[in-house]
């Protein structure tokens, strides 16, 4: 029943958000838009903190080590956006192992603190012009984005159905990690890091692994987000977004509907219900409540028992 | 030398002041099914965490078919065909028995860090058959059934043999089993008997802490036992079974006033 609800969903979930545009205006698009970059990010976060357990708390900084790639690379160096993307996606994930290989035998609330501090400095750096790269406060702006020949008068849609294409693509990478000897791994040391170690998984590299997969693709979001602007500025990235980010993992439950679920509550409400302003963070307050109350592994949470059909004997 | 042989000498770990083992020596040989005993506390666990990598020991040699294999870390010495069940069931708990179970394949499986990203028909191919190994070890243990069940929320019994199910996946050559019947019921224990019996069949060396005497004089070939860290006998079943040393460290001296 819930399988067949899943092989129907995601085709209709894509074609409804393949839809979306024809009846959205221009602000709930960018809403839409920032919706979609948002459930990339958080699937990143998902990779982390929901699959392999660890507490991090700075997923805000590689999103925008991928954004301020793609913006530097494009302002000063003129590359066409597409052209960074492999860098937008490589450097976070590099950063991803070096900076998680020191601290990477933190547990729990340590790690936290720790990824806390990274994410500071980093928005602290980009504040203060590093390298006279990255614009100081006001960002980068005025970047090129991306765009179909031929295909002018569609301008408007590019940012949103490019964020769709690399949620899909997205989607693809975490499905092979799901059925590979690496996904199972990080599921095995969150359960229990001394029994995955006792058969034999080098728990150290597949922690670090997970950081740089995760780096990887809020990376890659990064450049989408970068377009989705034509601007990046250090406080779309700051800790508060990590917070966010965070929240919609726990909240939503370590799956793809959850976490969809999750940016639906955390990001599209507050949108919705922005008349109210700030009470509108209410939402934050009380959805974390309910959940830790109801749902304490999340609104829907991870399934297990993903083993190839052909092995299951009826019975 | 012979590559399966496990060798300790004058192995000593000490926490803090307290020392947990002392000088132990043991000669587990090839084939043979080996047994440590002893009363609680007397250190048994402690040695079993030296020989796996959990904890490092201070003193001694620990060689595992003349390699030296102290201070290597957990998943290296599991590399090197050792491997161990815990006293506590460690199981994950939220995964299936299938999925358990194929933990265990994580070493023989030969994907790289990037196949989780993108497979490749070598890639499939590798989880299609680590898959079916694990499904005929399911299929040894007689656990077929619960393949697709959580494993947390099935009974203690089913528990300890999915346990034992996963050491055997990664092909050990020396399977270290802590306590394997604490928990079981009559039924049960004599089916794990069993199961050791054609564990050895394999090929399979097995080192195992058990309490349960019946089983121990049962299935075991050669026995140390150890008391405050330190072996007070070793030998066959039978001799062990007349030592007084033994008997008093298990009933207590004649002249202790009870």
Known sequence: ?????????????????????????????????????????????????????????????????????????????????????PLAILIPAIFGI?????????????????????NIVFVQALQNNLGGLTGGPNGIFGLQMLSIPGMGSFQDFTPYYSALIVLLFTLFILRNLDNSKAGRALQYLREDDLAAGSIGINTRIYKI??????AGIAGMAGTIYANQYSAVSPEAFDFIQSVLFFTIVIVGGSSVPGIIIGVFVMFVLPEIFRDFSTWRYFIFGFAMIFTMILRPRGIWPAKFGRIPKAFIKKG | MDGK??????????????VAVDNLSLHVKEGQIYGLIGPNGAGKTTAFNCITGIHACEEGSITWGGEEIRSLP??????????????????????????????????????????????????????????KAVFDLLDFFDLEKYAVHTVGALAYGIQRRVEMARAMAIDPSLLILDEPAAGLNDKETLAL??????????????LLIEHDMDLVMEVTEYLTVINFGGKIAEGTPDEIQKNPAVIEAYLGSEDDDF
């Open chain 2, 193 to 206: 008997v069993e199961t050791i019996y054609r564990i050895r069949e394999k090929g399979v060396t097995v």
């Open chain 1, 98 to 118: 070096l900076l998680a290989g020191p601290i990477i035998h933190l547990r729990g609330d340590y790690l936290l603190v720790a990824t806390i501090g990274f």
């Open chain 2, 74 to 131: 957990p998943h290296k010495i599991v590399q090197r065909g050792i491997v161990r069940t815990f006293q506590t069931i460690r199981l994950f708990s939220q995964m299936s028995v299938a999925e358990n179970v194929m933990s265990g394949r994580h070493i023989k499986s030969n994907q790289n860090l990037w196949h989780g990203i993108f497979h490749t028909p070598a890639s499939r191919k590798d989880e299609n058959d680590n898959w």
């Open chain 1, 209 to 214: 692994y997970s950081f740089a997969l995760g």
């Open chain 1, 1 to 85: 029943m819930m399988k067949k609800l899943q092989q129907i969903g995601y085709p209709l979930f894509f074609i409804v958000m393949a839809l979306l545009p024809a009846v959205l205006n221009s602000r709930w698009l960018a809403v839409a838009t920032t919706f979609v970059i948002f459930t990339i990010v958080a699937l990143s976060q998902d990779v982390v903190l929901g699959k392999a357990g660890m507490f991090n708390m700075g997923q805000a900084m590689f999103f925008g080590l991928g954004a301020y790639t793609s913006a530097i690379l494009n302002a000063h160096f003129g590359w066409p956006l597409l052209a960074t993307l």
């Open chain 2, 5 to 18: 042989v496990l060798i300790l000498k004058n192995v000593t770990k000490r926490f803090g002041g307290l």
